[in-house]
């Protein structure tokens, strides 16, 4: 039973658009959220995390929100370039634990 | 920064065989995480070490896999005998002390395992 869905396994999105990709989780318990991405032939590199404090987080283009009451996250990447097409994780941190979903594969068209 | 450094990057093997990766984590950090990657489970956790102490092996699917950290620097995930379902990306990741200190991933190990 995932405890992390991204139920969204690929995006398409033409370059300078917003991309958004979504993220649910079913522990309640979860108190901290990152965002992942990774290029083939790559490990995932970190990109963005928030905590269950703080509803909105922010690093340049990229924003993630968080609305604990839906137990939903979303990654805004405002504009989208073609350098961000890649596979992005959601992660939920359980004690040391990363549980991940399983991916949303984006691409972004010149 | 070097990052996470694993060897080797592709590993083909026939069943019945013993396989060791290898991963170096980054100088400093304390804790090492190795995780598999497959189409049908993602993600998922097979063993952590803090300080080079194995905390959590619960993932380890059968006896088969066994890991070590023998000091601050190295790591092993062994697989004695191999199945060809255990064919998938191995990634050893480290991150720092501390609750919420991301996880910095190598490069992966593709298994292929036939």
């Known amino acids: 039973d995932q405890q992390v869905k991204q139920n969204s396994p690929s995006l398409s999105v033409q370059e300078g658009r917003i991309s958004i990709l979504n993220c649910d989780y079913t522990?309640?318990?979860?108190?901290?959220f990152l965002w992942y991405k990774k290029y083939p032939a790559e490990g995932p590199t970190f990109l963005i995390s928030?905590?269950?404090?703080?509803d909105k987080n922010e690093d340049g283009r990229f924003t993630v929100f968080l609305n604990k009451s839906a137990k939903h996250l979303s990654l805004h990447i405002v504009p989208s370039q073609p350098g961000d097409s890649a596979v992005y994780f959601c992660?939920?941190?359980?004690?040391?634990?990363?549980?991940f979903g399983q991916g949303t594969e984006l691409s972004v068209k010149p | 920064d070097a990052g996470v450094i694993q060897s080797p990057r592709h590993e083909v093997t026939e069943m019945g065989q013993e396989v060791t990766l290898r991963c170096k984590p980054i100088?400093?950090?304390?804790?090492l995480f190795w995780y598999r990657q497959t189409m049908m489970r993602g993600l998922e956790l097979l063993i952590y070490?803090?300080?080079?102490?194995?905390?959590?092996d619960s993932g380890m699917p059968e006896d088969r896999f066994s890991a070590k950290m023998p000091n601050a620097s190295f790591s092993t995930l062994k697989i004695q005998p191999s199945e060809p379902r255990d064919s998938a990306v191995y990634f050893c990741?480290?991150?720092?002390?501390?609750?919420?200190?991301?996880?910095?991933f190598g490069n992966g190990t593709r298994l292929t395992v036939t």
């Open positions: 522990n309640s318990m979860f108190d901290y």
């Open positions: 070490f803090n300080n080079n102490v194995p905390i959590d």
């Open positions: 928030i905590s269950s404090i703080k």
């Open positions: 992660a939920a941190l359980e004690s040391y634990v990363l549980i």
């Open positions: 990741a480290s991150s720092l002390p501390g609750h919420n200190s991301p996880l910095h």
């Open positions: 100088s400093g950090h304390n804790s």
